[in-house]
Structure formats: C-alpha cells, structure tokens
C-alpha cells in the first residue's frame, strides 16, 4: 500500500500477505512491571534522553492511528485528558494564536497554503500536521524548519514526565506529538 505526494512517498508497513501465507500474530504488550527496567525508565518519563528514546517512548503509548476502525467512546476520545496533560506543562496552547483546519480533504494543502502565506507577513508560523510520511518531526514545523531531533527529544522528556504523572489515564500517541507542538511553538514564542 502505496501512499504519495509529490515530492516523497512512503509505503505503509503493513505486509503483503499471499493467498496461501498466514499472517503473524503480533505478541501482546507485557505489562510495564514484566518489562525491562531500561523500558519502564523511559515509560516513567526519566530516560529520555534523544530523539530515538523519543521514538521508542512513543511506542509505548496507545495509538490509535495504526488501528484500522477505532472504537469510538468518550473514554477514550474526550479533551479532558488533553486539557490536564497541557496543564501540567503550564498550558503552552494558550499563549498561541491558532487556526484549526478540519474537514474530510484538503486540509494539508490548505494548512501549507496558510502558512506560506502567513511567513510572507514576517511572522513566525508553526505548522502541525498529522500524518506524516516519512519522519515523524514532519509534522511539527517552523517556519518550514523541522522540529529538530534535540528539541523533539527534550520536549518528549518533559511530556513523558508530565503524562506519568496521570496514572493509569496514558495520553495517546496523538496527544503527545500534539502537545509537543505545543510546548515547541511556545518556547519559540
């Protein structure tokens, strides 16, 4: 499965499964008291230290892009989450000035339209799309300048911490690369 813009593409991970090959079963997630103790430090929000223990963390957490039909509950989606997550980062999305494109297509053209338009005003614009093709920071950009490795790996740090903090209720895959942008945009003011 195939996935193209026009300036790169990006081929899913999924494998192609022939008529006669049974696909493998991916082994269920130990609980965080049967894993490592280098695993657990970084779930804690205490080891990460790059962009690559960023990564790994990340692959940690619930994440709801890679199922293919979620169910959805507001258990499960709801703000509040979110809300406290940003709260215990001193609320970053509330010193921003936002736009919020949403519908069913277009809206990474017309988010990229935005803001090259904006930066020809001489402001500094951030741009957060989702999803990304390639790398990850893709979707955290300033002034078309990725998020850089070090920064991503800083940011994740303090999030990570901020998350352990509220228990059992795990922010998302999602939420963290969102809350990321966040913290990023306003420590660039």
């Known amino acids: ?6 300036s790169r593409t990006a081929v899913s991970k999924r494998t192609k499964v022939s008529a006669t ?6 082994p269920a997630k130990r609980p965080l008291s049967a894993r490592p103790a280098a695993a657990r430090r970084v779930e804690s929000g205490s ?3 790059n962009y690559k223990s960023a ?3 990340l ?3 619930p994440n709801h892009e890679r199922l293919l039909r979620p169910i959805y509950n507001e258990s499960k989606f709801s703000l509040a989450r979110m809300q406290k997550l940003l709260a215990l980062v001193d609320n970053p999305h509330k010193q921003l000035k936002a736009l919020h494109v949403a519908g069913t297509k277009g809206k990474g053209s017309t988010c990229h339209m935005l803001a090259s338009m904006l930066q020809q005003t001489g ?3 951030g741009l957060y799309t989702s999803p990304h093709f390639v790398d990850l920071r893709e979707r955290i950009s300033l002034n078309g300048d990725l998020i850089s490795e070090a920064a991503f790996g800083r940011i994740m740090d303090r999030l990570a911490a901020a998350g352990a903090k509220l228990g059992p209720d795990t922010p998302t895959f999602f939420e963290y ?12 003011k």
């Open 21 to 26: 090959a049974t696909p493998k079963a991916r």
């Open 47 to 49: 080891g990460i230290r």
């Open 59 to 61: 692959d940690t957490v």
């Open 177 to 188: 690369v969102t809350a990321a942008a966040f913290v990023h945009y306003a420590d660039q």
């Open 55 to 57: 990564l790994a963390f």
């Open 123 to 125: 402001k500094k614009i």
């Open 1 to 6: 499965m195939a996935r193209s813009t026009s």
